[in-house]
T-cell receptor
């Protein structure tokens, strides 16, 4: 069964450094998403991406964040100048084109630790 | 009012019990509704989509009431393996909102 994959599974970085989190969505999916989940808190929407551009972003997704689909398979989240409060689990998700299905499938996540 | 609100839980039930989860949402323009389950430190996994007509998948039944902006999930004959956090998820446009989740503990 096809699945969303994410790398790395765990990233440790120092405050102020840049990190790139990588995702490979399911191959026939056209909508891509990033979410974060701070330990013990709920899953929070960051951004959605379709047709090589951002469709919607939350107030969390400020200038510190950017997304890119550099090739036909990868979808990346870049966090510039990381802060301690960026420590969280970051999930990528994808779905097929609607309206037949809006179901999103999640990757296993990248645990980001900022020290 | 929170965009998506769930019972705070946790629910502690014996094996074989029936347990009901409730969820309300604030945006009447919301388009799609789902229940996900999340195990500790794992990704959310889709349990089922929720339709106004109601839908059932084995021991799981989901229902949507658009007029009341209310979503429910019923688990019958609960198993130990049902222990997890159940997440109510609502989408509108390209944005997805998760509820905080309701933790379920099923005990032998």
């Amino acid at each position: 069964e096809p699945e969303v994959t994410q790398t790395p599974s765990h990233q440790v970085t120092q405050m102020g450094q840049e990190v790139i989190l990588r995702c490979v969505p399911i191959s026939n999916h056209l909508y891509f998403y990033w979410y974060r989940q701070i330990l013990g808190q709920k899953v929070e929407f960051l951004v959605s991406f379709y047709n090589n551009e951002i469709s919607e972003k939350s107030e969390i997704f400020d200038d510190q964040f950017s997304v890119e689909r550099p090739d036909g398979s990868n979808f990346t989240l870049k966090i510039r100048s990381t802060k301690l409060e960026d420590s969280a689990m970051y999930f990528c998700a994808s779905r097929v084109q609607g309206p037949l299905s809006y179901e999103q499938y999640f990757g296993p996540g990248t645990r980001l630790t900022v020290t | 009012r929170k965009e998506v609100e769930q019972d705070p839980g946790p629910f502690n039930v014996p094996e074989g019990a029936t347990v009901a989860f409730n969820c309300t949402y604030s945006n009447s323009a919301s388009q799609s509704f789902f229940w996900y389950r999340q195990d500790c430190r794992k990704e959310p996994k889709l349990l089922m989509s929720v339709y106004s007509s109601g839908n059932e998948d084995g021991r799981f039944t989901a229902q949507l009431n658009r007029a009341s902006q209310y979503i429910s999930l019923l688990i019958r004959d609960s198993k130990l393996s049902d222990s997890a956090t159940y997440l109510c998820v609502v989408t509108g446009g390209f944005k997805t909102i998760f509820g905080a989740g309701t933790r379920l503990f099923v005990k032998a």
